[in-house]
């Protein structure tokens, strides 16, 4: 397989804050990639650079193989991005909006018309963006997105003001573009997200990506007791939970029983020393 | 091959164009408030045209009353004639604006007593009674032409409200909408990231400010037609020859312009800001550059001044071809100042401009 997005030493500083400190990150192509990190962590910063917005101060960063800086014209058709901000045309209704977006990319009308659909806004097609809620403007930045197809989606926090209604919807659409072989990297504050989407998750923090793997692999590695609640509230915290739950279905207490193990939470927590805020 | 409505091209245009047409305010600045000077400044000079310059002839005035035929048409055209034998009443009725002008003869001067309150009437009556006392001085002489009172050519040189304020104005509306598009564009494009979001799209830069300038370009034209059209129809405007030289004068005005309104996006850090700026440039520039009033008045060293003004040179290069009957050269070296301007003040705000606000 070729790598969708090779990046290698990347680096940016901002006077003397340095926002992203050498980066080495692979991402292969039809990988579902989630980027997780608290605030000021340089995930935007990092995405930027790969999407070839933002000039690197060192390393470098190539898409499907070709460098992102200096912006290649080749490339930007075969990429999609949704900025962290709603960039839209003032004082155009959704459907203008989309429409605009589509004829740039040379896209027919009626294939807009239908990511309207898909996005669950054909019944604001005709309100003007300064009008849509929150969720409803990040729909439509999203389907402004995709809507020529690109092989590689770039998403900054698409989520982060959508309802848990909406937000399983963009699940389904999201893993649904991954699923016909596009190469998805998002950012995200949600734990679940990154856990229910992500292929590979790498967590940021201070500019370093400190790790990229599965998730499963992560939790796996945290190496982290396993927490067994029982129905009366008491908690068991152990690292042989099949001899402890061997134990308790001999004493019958199983009932009501929980069993949790390590979470990308808890990773999150052990990497970076903090608690998550979301 | 793309039908020539498709395209990045179009459709850029038409959303810019959209983002304008639905700006309440823009529209409103662009347009209508200029208009309304325009119909202000046409209804004061109703008041004033020609034939309606109220004159009290105080007892008996020779160069009046002996005005042969042609020249008496032409004179009660430009004067609405009462008869008084009371000097001191004439003058308070002239002081308190019930009449323009008082006329007495002494011996052989001619002596006309009128305010300065509107200038323009000032000016007519003044240069009307130049003529005729100028054209029975001619005719005393016995040489050809006997007697000719030319109302016309005292029009001429002080125009008429209507044709000086009509250029002036479109010149500041023109003016207005061009560096507040430019403006307030850049900056909103570069709050909401879309400027970075266009980078991100398989357009070039050309055609994002090409769109934009055509726009522009497009809207200052439907300006020029809308103060044309009802300056005519309804102000008794009248253009002359090469009044089609002020469409690409007031093209090269609008990139002028726009690129102040980039220059004024590229310093200021708000939407708000940025408008403001232009504002503070175009305002002050306006009335400085005659687009109010005539600056025939104004003290030496603003005149001199003015001509650094490319709204000036938009102005007197508009009433060249638009009304003082001009050839259309007399268009090409206001055109080549706002040309030179547009460049230098586009090459200083692409150093200063920045991708992003902070
Ligand atoms: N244009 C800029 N100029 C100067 N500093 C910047 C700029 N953009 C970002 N930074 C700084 O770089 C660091 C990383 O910012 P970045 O936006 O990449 O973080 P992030 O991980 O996307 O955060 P968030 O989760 O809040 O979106 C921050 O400390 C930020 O203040
Ligand atoms: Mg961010």
């Given amino acids: 397989m070729t790598a969708a997005i090779e990046v290698a030493g990347l680096t940016k500083d901002y006077g003397d804050l340095r926002a992203v400190d050498g980066v080495d990150l692979a991402v292969d192509e039809g990988d579902f990639v989630g980027i997780l990190g608290p605030n000021g962590a340089g995930k935007t910063t990092l995405l930027e650079m790969i999407e070839g917005l933002r000039e690197p101060t060192g390393g470098s960063a190539a898409v499907l193989g070709l460098p992102a800086w ?89 989520t982060s003001s959508l309802d848990p209604q909406a937000r399983r919807n963009l699940w389904d659409l999201l893993s649904g573009i991954n699923d016909s072989g596009r190469t998805v990297v998002l950012t995200t504050h949600y734990m679940d997200e990154a856990e229910a989407l992500a292929d590979r998750v790498a967590i940021m923090d201070h500019g370093r990506v400190l790790v990229h793997d599965t998730p499963a692999a992560l939790i796996h590695r945290l190496d982290a007791p396993t927490r067994i609640t029982l129905a009366d509230g008491e908690t068991i915290t152990t690292r042989e939970p099949a001899v402890e739950i061997a134990r308790l279905s001999e004493a019958n207490r199983l009932d009501g029983v929980r069993v949790q193990t390590g979470t990308l939470e808890d990773v999150f927590l052990d990497l970076t020393g903090r608690e998550y805020r979301a | 091959m793309k039908s020539l409505t498709q395209g990045p091209f179009w459709a850029l245009s038409r959303a810019i164009l959209w983002g304008f047409v639905r700006d309440r305010t823009a529209v409103f600045f662009a347009v209508v408030f200029p208009l309304m000077f325009l119909v202000l400044f046409g209804g004061l000079f109703s008041d004033q045209s020609v034939g309606e310059v109220d004159m009290i002839v105080v007892g008996d005035v020779t160069l009046i009353d002996d005005l042969p035929d042609d020249a008496d048409e032409s004179f009660d055209a430009t004067f609405d004639v009462t008869r008084s034998d009371d000097l001191d009443d004439a003058i308070a009725q002239v002081r308190k604006g019930d009449a323009d002008v008082a006329v ?87 709050q909401t990231k879309l400027l970075r979001r266009l980078q991100l799209a398989p357009v070039s830069t050309r055609t994002v400010v090409g769109a934009r300038v055509s726009v522009t370009v497009a809207v200052a034209l439907v300006q020029m037609a809308i103060f044309l059209g009802i300056g005519s129809l309804f ?42 700026a232009a504002n503070f440039i175009v305002l002050p520039m306006a009335f400085l550059s005659g687009s109010f009033f005539p600056l025939d008045a104004a003290p030496q060293w603003l005149q001199v001044f003015s001509n650094v003004l490319p709204l000036k040179h938009l102005n007197e290069g508009m009433l060249d071809v638009m009304v003082r009957g001009e050839p259309w050269t007399a268009a090409l070296l206001p055109m080549l100042f706002l040309a030179i301007f547009a460049v230098v003040v586009t090459l200083i705000s692409a150093k200063l401009f920045r991708w992003e606000t902070t």
């Fill in chain 2, 235 to 276: 102000f008794g405007l009248t253009l002359t020859g090469a009044w089609w030289m002020a469409i690409p004068l007031l093209v090269v005005g609008t990139l002028c312009f726009m690129s102040l309104g980039l220059l004024a996006g590229a310093i200021t850090k708000t939407q708000e800001g940025a408008v403001n």
């Fill in chain 1, 70 to 158: 200096p912006r290649n014209p080749a490339l930007l058709p075969r990429i999609g991005v949704q900025l962290q901000a709603s960039s839209f045309f003032e004082r155009l209704t959704a459907r203008e909006q989309i429409h605009t977006f589509a004829s740039l990319y040379g896209v027919a009308a009626s294939h807009a018309d239908e990511w309207l659909e898909r996005v669950g806004l054909v019944e604001k097609a005709d309100s003007r963006v300064e009008d849509l809620s929150g969720g409803q403007a990040q729909r439509l930045s999203i389907a402004c997105a995709l809507v020529h197809d690109p092989e590689v989606v770039f998403l900054d926090e698409p």
């Fill in chain 2, 104 to 190: 007495e003869q002494q011996g052989e001067t001619l002596v006309a007593h009128y305010t300065q309150t509107d200038p323009a009437k000032a000016g007519i009556t003044a240069g009307a009674l130049q003529a005729l006392v100028d054209g029975t001085n001619l005719a005393a002489t016995g040489q050809p032409p006997t007697y000719s009172l030319d109302v016309q050519s005292v029009e001429d040189d002080s125009l008429d409200t209507i044709q000086y304020f009509t250029p002036g104005l479109l010149g500041w509306a023109v003016a207005m909408s061009a560096a507040f598009g430019a403006a307030a564009t850049l900056q909103g494009w570069r």
